[in-house]
């Protein structure tokens, strides 16, 4: 299993994005629309990483059934998603629970933030990053 920092090395930067589950709706759309854009991340060295608190065996079953050459990483304990703040309380039905945050960094290999977006909707999210990015 390869960390944060191994991806980080990859690449001058790196998009690192936190979903909520694999093989759900939106995070389907988002792991797609990333796959489908990487050549566009990569031809400007930027690496794509998706986080969940998902396990291995689900991000393996969730990458082939979508054919994705994206990479993710599984958070089970959480420490990703509570050093970046991607954990936080949502509404489900009148109850709250704690979930993560959709939420996407643009990091440095010195793991420096140097762009953030957080509460970012699946629909769109690929394109508006690209455009938000100004790359080609």
Known sequence: MNTLETYLKKHKQTIVYFYPKDDTPGCTIEAKDFNIHKEVFNK???GIV???KDSEASHCKFIEKHHLSIDLIA???LSLHKKFGARGEKNM?????QWTIRST???DQKWKIIKERRNVRAN???EKTIEELDIK
Do not use: P
């Open 44 to 46: 400007n060295d930027i």
């Open 50 to 52: 998706g986080i969940s």
């Open 75 to 77: 958070d089970e304990d």
């Open 93 to 97: 039905y009148g109850k709250i629970v």
């Open 105 to 107: 960094f643009l990091l």
């Open 124 to 126: 769109g999210h690929v």
